[in-house]
């Protein structure tokens, strides 16, 4: 069963890199994660992090205002569930592969989406909200590794919706888990 995870893995990077024109270069910046997914070793990861980062910079910033946290980690997500819809697709072009390895904006997409709820519990928390995002980011790497129904059956829609839906459903489990836990917690 690993052995066959790993070679999953591998034949799942794309091998070529075509790119025609700054749109391909910005597409291969955005659906990497800005590089992220260029790392040989765990690129949905690296990814991953580049998500959590980004969330972590929005909580840092709008701790105090729960509205502007909450509509703000909302909108990252919708833009980046956006541009990732677009960059993937034209990802599967450039990288000649379905949904390659190098792609990782899902994660980064997904990772920022699991702390959607997060804002009403980050007040009532002062400093421990740190601790919640390792929890949020962990949720979501084992939603986006195992993929429980349904989200193992989102990565066969076509394009770019394929290469996004299942991160976002994953997300989306993480963070009404993550939610769930921190009512439960405060």
């Known amino acids: 069963m690993l052995k066959r995870k790993i ?16 749109q391909d270069w910005l597409a291969v910046f955005v659906a990497t994660g800005g590089g992220a997914g ?6 949905g990861t690296w990814g991953s992090i580049v998500g959590l980062l980004i ?14 946290l909450q509509n703000s980690i909302i909108l990252v997500s919708v833009f980046l ?16 592969q379905k949904d390659a390895g190098q792609v990782v904006i899902d994660e980064v997409c ?7 709820f997060i804002a009403p519990f980050v007040a009532q928390l002062g400093q421990r909200w740190r601790w ?16 429980p129904y349904p989200i193992n059956r989102l990565q066969d829609l076509h394009g770019g919706f394929g290469v996004m ?15 769930l836990l921190m009512t439960l917690a405060v």
């Open 165 to 179: 839906m299942d991160d976002v459903l994953a997300g989306i489990y993480a963070a009404a888990l993550l939610s």
């Open 55 to 68: 969330a972590y910079g929005l909580t840092d910033v709008f701790a105090d205002n729960v509205i502007w």
């Open 110 to 116: 997904g990772q920022v989406m699991s702390f959607a």
């Open 132 to 147: 919640w995002m390792i929890a949020g980011f962990a949720f979501f790497r084992l939603f986006d590794i195992f993929k």
């Open 81 to 96: 569930a956006a541009i990732g819809i677009w960059s993937g697709s034209r990802a599967e072009t450039i990288f000649q």
């Open 7 to 22: 070679a999953e893995s591998k034949s799942k990077r794309g091998q070529a890199l075509v790119i025609n024109g700054w």
């Open 38 to 43: 260029m790392v040989p070793f765990g690129p």
